[in-house]
């Protein structure tokens, strides 16, 4: 399980960066500028099929999990959506590796890819660092025309997170 840090504790009432990522549909896509309420959960990496995970993940406090997490934000999307927000997912990997598990995983929202770690950068976003690779840590952000309202961090269990995020939703919009 992993522990509050306090590394994301800045952030609530941030505004976003101006910076520009690519999305899996090769949309390019500035998180400062996105109107509406937008839900950004970051994770480190979505495992492949055939192609084994980095050494100890498993015992990584909060590494494990990415597709539970990731396809249950893909079974509360119509919820989410009615509530006039949109959702997307972050990590550091490229964006073939993303589109590769957004079609197997059939999800409904683009995974943007932050490969040079732009937003921890901007705004010292948590990561780790695993095998000489650094990470995104989970996070989860919903912000409303670029500026942060509310930051669930750290997120465990990542699977349970999308129905805090649901409920969040429901009660604050």
Not at 64 to 85: M, V, W
Request: glycine residues 6%.
């Amino acid at each position: 399980m992993p522990v509050d840090d306090g590394a994301a504790s800045h952030l609530e009432g941030k505004q976003l960066p101006n910076v520009t990522l690519t999305a899996t549909s090769g949309e390019k896509i500035n998180l400062q500028t996105l109107p509406g309420l937008v839900v950004y959960y970051f994770y480190p990496m979505t495992g492949r099929p055939g192609i084994p995970a980095p050494n100890d993940w498993s015992n990584i406090p909060g590494a494990k999990g990415c597709t539970p997490q990731s396809c249950h934000f893909r079974d509360l999307y119509s919820e989410i959506k009615n509530l006039q927000a949109q959702v997307f997912g972050i990590s550091s990997q490229n964006t073939g590796y993303q589109l590769e598990a957004k079609e197997r995983l059939e999800l409904p929202f683009e995974l943007i890819s932050d490969t040079i770690l732009a937003l921890k950068n901007s705004l010292q976003f948590p990561t780790f660092e695993v095998e000489g690779i650094e990470l995104y840590k989970r996070m989860t952000l919903i912000a409303q025309d670029g500026v942060i309202s509310k930051v669930f961090y750290p997120v465990f269990p990542p699977e349970k997170n999308p129905e805090d995020v649901l409920a969040w939703l429901q009660s604050n919009t």
